[in-house]
Every structure is written in structure tokens, then in C-alpha cells.
């Protein structure tokens, strides 16, 4: 099955794209942003609306974790968790305070601030990651297959593999993949450049952020740049296959998805636009119902000990082949690169039920008795 790419109009459209979503600036003193709730601020006199990721951005400037907000909020009111962040705030941008001023990033499509950081650091403006990314491209000798620019954050992600870079999976029968690159832009964390790859079978696009071969630039030159290319040279040469990725997907096609791992992969389809549809690629309905006809209802929690009737790697593809294929209307291009991403975050991560520590008592009848009379 071969692997749409961009033709040249449709890449020029998205350079259009990436240049008029690039995020502006603006160094200000902390004490001015006055927080409304977790969706807008007060700013010399106007109401600007923010993201959750700026909110949370927020917190961090000020040493408060989401979730101590989260629960602030469960005991107070809204209006009372905004003056406690107010004043911590105002605390920490007083004369005896260590944070006067902050910088906003502000998405000029959107028009909402999308971050909150604690300097004016550098960063690669959206033009001249088109020219780093066209570079990389360029040397790689890759096709993108997906390029998108996201309105409420600013990111711009661009997919592209080389048809030749081909390699497989020892123990993974009738399984082929082909490898290349996913290069992004944040207006937070800047260029990054991490390994992609598609599945052949069914060409599902797949990001590995948790890879070794994940790297942010700095700068487009000197040192950094000629280090990111032996770097690049490097995974070319093992066709982009990211480190670990035989010993990853082997571990995920023998290791169950808990009913936690399941419940979350499919509350990423629907957040992604799938709706009740979502059941179409994560049987979730299925396996509550098989608990439930035995007697098991979750109202207590236990998720994450209960096994579902998926691997890990079958609900990764599920995820990656929702993302990769436009069978839904309304689902956006950039929810669809970003599920590539987490679905590659689930397949790097700890699993609920992944390889057990060796029990040397397997074998053994346990012990019922208590011996504590021995002691005496």
C-alpha cells in the first residue's frame, strides 16, 4: 500500500500557512497579567483568552502543579483559585521577588496566548525552520506525507520518510516499515527532530518522541548543526529505524493493555473528532461489558490491574491508523499528527501490565500461617 505524499502546490500552501502562524512576543511585567480563570487573563485592561498549555505554563512559572490547582478548585470556588494564583504571582513579581517580567507568546491566527515563559529565549522563527526543515529534507532524500500548522498552539509539525529507507522486525511476520523524520516547531520548546515511521501494511504514520535519536536545535549553525547532521547521517544509515524500536514493538505485541491504557487511547480518538466511532478502532465497550458480565464495575478504580483483549501494539496501530487515514469528516490535520506522537509516547512508555519481575515463589504453596510465636 504506498504512502501519500504532498505534491509541490499543496507544499507551497502549508509554507504560506507556517509563515502567517508565526507566534509573536512580548517581554512584560508579571505583576500586569491579571489571571481571570484558567481560559483568560486581564491585560492592560482587556480580556485575552489563553490556552490550557499556557494556563499550565502559568502555574509552572509559579511552582503550583496543575493537579494542587485542580484540587484547590474542588474545595474553593474558580474565583478563589484565580486570587490564590494572583498572589503567589504578585508575591513572586514584587521587589523582593525573583520573577519581574515574563514573555507572552501570543498566536497571531488565533489570537490567544498560547505560552508563558520565563525569559526571552531564542528561538527559530517559523521562516527559517522552512529552510532548516527543507535542508533536512532535502539530505535525507524524504517525501513528506503530512505537513500541519496548529491554530490554537502555533505548532508546526512536518512528517516525511525515505521510500527506500526500508527495514523490518525479527519475530514480526508480514510486517514491513520505512523510515524518516518528523520535524516541528513550538513556539515553547523549539525545533525539534525526532524519528518517524510509517507501517507499510496499512501506511500508518508513527512519531517516536521518546527515541534517543529525539533533537532539539538551538541554532542553525556552528557546532550544533554539524553535530545534527552526524546525528542524521547516523540514523540514515540504520535506515531511521529509532533505537530500540525491535525491542519496543516486540514488548508491545506481547504485552495486554490494561483497561486504563485502552480508556485512554480511545479518549484520544474522541478527542480527535471520532466520537462514538471511536469503538470502531478501540473495542472499549466491548471489554467493559465482558467485565461486567463477570461481576467487575470499575466504580472502585482498578483499571490499571485489569487486562483488556488488545496489545499494546494492536492499540497503537489502532490509534496511528485512525490518525493516518481520513475516514471521519471534521477531523483536523493537526489532531491526527498529534496522535502520532502520543501514540508513539504509548508505545516508549512504562505499561501497566509490560514484563513482570520474576517470581521465585511462583511454584511454591504461600504460606498461610503466622510465626510470629517463633520469635518469642
Known amino acids: ?38 481560559q483568560s487573563i486581564r491585560y492592560e485592561g482587556r480580556l485575552v483568552p489563553i490556552t490550557k498549555g499556557a494556563f499550565k505554563s502559568l ?11 485542580s484540587k484547590f478548585e474542588s474545595l474553593f470556588t474558580p474565583e478563589a483559585k484565580a486570587q490564590f494564583i494572583n498572589a503567589v504571582k504578585n508575591a513572586m513579581s514584587s521587589n523582593k521577588g525573583n520573577l519581574n517580567e515574563v514573555t507572552i507568546v501570543l498566536n497571531p491566527v488565533s489570537r490567544t ?22 535542508m533536512i529534507i532535502d539530505r535525507g532524500n524524504l517525501d513528506i506525507t503530512n505537513w500541519t500548522v496548529n491554530p490554537a498552539t502555533g505548532l508546526v509539525t512536518i512528517n516525511a520518510y525515505n521510500p527506500k529507507a526500508e527495514f523490518a522486525v525479527e519475530g514480526l511476520k508480514n510486517e514491513a516499515f520505512s523510515g524518516g523524520l518528523t520535524i516541528s516547531n513550538s513556539p515553547e520548546k523549539g525545533l525539534w527532530v525526532m524519528p518517524y515511521v ?19 536545535l538551538h541554532e542553525l549553525g556552528g557546532v550544533s548543526m554539524e553535530k545534527f547532521w552526524n546525528e542524521m547521517d547516523s540514523l540514515a544509515n540504520r535506515q531511521f ?9 516486540m514488548d508491545a505485541k506481547n504485552t495486554p493493555a490494561s483497561m486504563r491504557e485502552l480508556q485512554r ?11 462514538d466511532r471511536a469503538q470502531s478502532w478501540i473495542p472499549l465497550a466491548e471489554n467493559y461489558g465482558a467485565y461486567a458480565s463477570a461481576g467487575v464495575d470499575f466504580k472502585n478504580g482498578g483499571q490499571s490491574a485489569a487486562k483488556s483483549n488488545q496489545s499494546i501494539w494492536s492499540l497503537v496501530n489502532s490509534i496511528t491508523h485512525f490518525a493516518s487515514h481520513d475516514l471521519i469528516d471534521g477531523v483536523q490535520d ?3 499528527t498529534g496522535l502520532m506522537v502520543q ?31 517463633d520469635m518469642a
Not at 59 to 69: D, E, H, P, T
Not at 198 to 206: H, I, P, V
Not at 241 to 249: N, S, Y
Not at 265 to 275: E, K
Request: glycine content about 8%; aromatic content about 8%; proline content about 3%.
Open 343 to 373: 501514540a508513539g509516547n504509548i508505545l516508549g512508555s512504562k505499561h501497566d501490565h509490560g514484563i513482570e519481575m520474576p517470581n521465585p515463589f511462583a511454584k511454591m504453596e504461600l504460606d498461610s500461617t503466622f510465626s510470629g510465636a
Open 241 to 249: 529505524m529509532p533505537h530500540l524500536f525491535e525491542t519496543k514493538v
Open 334 to 336: 493537526h489532531d491526527r
Open 113 to 134: 496566548i498560547v505560552s508563558f515563559l520565563k525569559k526571552p529565549t531564542d528561538f527559530i522563527s517559523n521562516e527559517r525552520f522552512i529552510d532548516a526543515a527543507e
Open 1 to 38: 500500500m504506498s504512502v501519500i505524499t504532498l505534491g509541490s502546490s499543496a507544499i507551497a500552501q502549508k509554507k504560506n500557512e507556517t509563515i502567517n502562524a508565526q507566534t509573536l512576543r512580548k517581554q512584560v511585567p508579571f505583576r500586569d497579567i491579571d489571571l481571570v480563570d484558567d
Open 198 to 216: 510509517n507501517r507499510q501494511w496499512c501506511t500508518n504514520g508513527l512519531t517516536m518522541s521518546f527515541a534517543e535519536e529525539a533533537y532539539k
Open 265 to 275: 487511547g480511545y479518549d484520544m480518538l474522541v478527542g480527535a473528532g471520532a466520537g
Open 59 to 69: 502555574l509552572k512559572l509559579i511552582g503550583i502543579s496543575q493537579q494542587f490547582a
